[in-house]
T-cell receptor, first 112, second 116 residues
């Protein structure tokens, strides 16, 4: 099976802009979670989607949002970008909520 | 709230030797999962091994094994016959069992260097 794919792999944006990141889970996986990785805060949970519904949300401002489509593909959106949003954004998929999570290669976002 | 602590920021091991990475966690739950993930320089997170808290037997995956001490809330990873490809950042992670809060809680990581 193909692994989790994320696009784009690298992105450079300017403060105040918005960005959309995409994640395609492993075929058959219905749960998609997003994580932010930064040197200062480490790995932090953003949110989880299962069957097109957001099931859990981490402690992030409302500028961070996401959605999941009927084919389980997921997107996350960050509006009004801040310098502190520069990070590696990781997507993980699992067959069902509560099982092993398999990660994609990540999207490296740089905000200037 | 659950927390995961990795007290060894960096470790080093000689090729073919054995190394143990430490992890402690805190939770009031009785059922949960514990994981070790590997993140090489490519930044791709790779699942190394999983332990279910209700299982007393320690998990093993080839050269990787864990020492799970539930009462002590300790979960260490042992890598036997270390290889150059084992060099990476290793993260210990916790997840509640049952999926009510399906999120991984990560430690701060241990950077493992493998010396030839």
């Amino acid at each position: 099976k193909a692994g989790v794919t994320q696009t784009p792999r690298y992105l450079i944006k300017t403060r105040g802009q918005q960005v959309t990141l995409s994640c395609s889970p492993i075929s058959g996986h219905r749960s998609v979670s997003w994580y932010q990785q930064t040197p200062g805060q480490g790995l932090q949970f953003l949110f989880e989607y299962f069957s097109e519904t957001q099931r859990n949300k981490g402690n992030f401002p409302g500028r961070f949002s996401g959605r999941q489509f009927s084919n389980s593909r997921s997107e996350m959106n960050v509006s009004t970008l801040e310098l502190g949003d520069s990070a590696l954004y990781l997507c993980a998929s699992s067959p069902y909520s509560g099982t092993d999570e398999y990660f994609g290669p990540g999207t490296r976002l740089t905000v200037t | 709230a659950q927390t995961v602590t990795q007290s060894q920021p960096e470790m080093s091991v000689q090729e073919a030797e054995t190394v143990t990475l430490s992890c402690t966690y805190d939770t009031s739950e009785s059922d949960y999962y514990l994981f070790w993930y590997k993140q090489p320089p490519s930044r791709q997170m790779i699942l190394v091994i999983r332990q279910e808290a209700y299982k007393q037997q320690n998990a093993t995956e080839n050269r990787f094994s864990v020492n799970f001490q539930k009462a002590a809330k300790s979960f260490s990873l042992k890598i036997s016959d270390s290889q150059l490809g084992d060099a990476a950042m290793y993260f210990c992670a916790y997840k509640d069992y049952g999926g009510a809060t399906n999120k991984l809680i990560f430690g701060t990581g241990t950077l493992l260097a493998v010396q030839p």
